[in-house]
C-alpha cells in the first residue's frame, strides 16, 4: 500500500533533526545511535519521522529501524539503498553493524546483501553476545574486513576487550553509540565465552 505524503531524504545531524528524532517512537539504543550519527537517511510522513537509518563513528557502524506501524511497507529497503548510495557518494569504503544472535533473520538479509560476519562478542552475563559484521564496498573495506578476523581468535578477542574498556569514553566518536548507554564489558567473562564465528554460524 502507497503511503500518502511519505518523503525520503539525507540529512546531517542538526539540531532540528534532532528534535525530531526525539518525538519519534525509536527504540531507546536506536535513538542514541541516530543523534551520536555521522548522517542519516530518513522516511518522513507529514512531519514524523517513522523510519531511519544511520551511519556514524569512525567504524562507521550502520543500523535500521522502521515505526511499528509502518513496518511491511517496503520503507527497510528503501532507506538501505538510500544509505549506501549516500555512502558511495561520500567515498565511504565500508560498513559495519551488530546483531544479537537470536535475530537470524536481520543476519541472513545482510548476508545476502553482502554483509560478511567477521566475529563474535560478549559483553557480559546479562547483555549476552554480539555478532559483528561488515560489507566492504572498497578496497579499504576489504583490507578491513581481513583485519578483523583477528578479533575471530582468542588472543583477538582479549585486544578488543581491553580496546573497549579503554576507549570507552570516546565510544561516539569510534562506533557512535555513548558510553552511558553501551553495555558493561566484563572482562573475564567475555574471554571465557570467546567463540568463533564459524561456530555460530554453523549452530
Given amino acids: 500500500m502507497k503511503l500518502v505524503g511519505l518523503r525520503s531524504m539525507i540529512v546531517n545531524v542538526n539540531d532540528d533533526i534532532k528534535r525530531m528524532l526525539r518525538n519519534s517512537n525509536f527504540s531507546p539504543n536506536f535513538l542514541d545511535n541516530l543523534l551520536n550519527a555521522k548522517f542519516l537517511a ?40 538510500e544509505i549506501l548510495r549516500e555512502c558511495k557518494n561520500r567515498k565511504i569504503s565500508f560498513l559495519m553493524g551488530t546483531f544479537k544472535p ?19 562478542f560478549h559483553y557480559n552475563k546479562t547483555e549476552g553476545r554480539e555478532v559483528v559484521i561488515i560489507l566492504p564496498i572498497g578496497r579499504k573495506g576489504r583490507l578491513l574486513k581481513n583485519f578483523l578476523r583477528i578479533f575471530d581468535t582468542r588472543t583477538g578477542n582479549c585486544i578488543l576487550v581491553i580496546l573497549l574498556l579503554i576507549m570507552r569514553p570516546f565510544l561516539r566518536h569510534i562506533i557512535a553509540f555513548s558510553s552511558d548507554v553501551m553495555p558493561s564489558v566484563d572482562f573475564w567473562y567475555s574471554i571465557c565465552n570467546f567463540e568463533k564465528i564459524n561456530v555460530f554460524l554453523n549452530e
Avoid at 106 to 119: A, Y
Wanted: avoid cysteine; charged fraction near 20%.
Fill in 42 to 81: 530518513i522516511q518522513q510522513v507529514d512531519s514524523k519521522i517513522v523510519g531511519a537509518a544511520f551511519v556514524g563513528g569512525v567504524m562507521n557502524v550502520y543500523g535500521i529501524e522502521i515505526s511499528e506501524n509502518f513496518q511491511g511497507r517496503g520503507l527497510w529497503k528503501k532507506l538501505y539503498d
Fill in 102 to 120: 537470536d535475530n537470524l533473520i536481520s543476519i541472513k538479509i545482510h548476508t545476502k546483501l553482502g554483509f560478511i560476519p567477521v566475529f563474535t
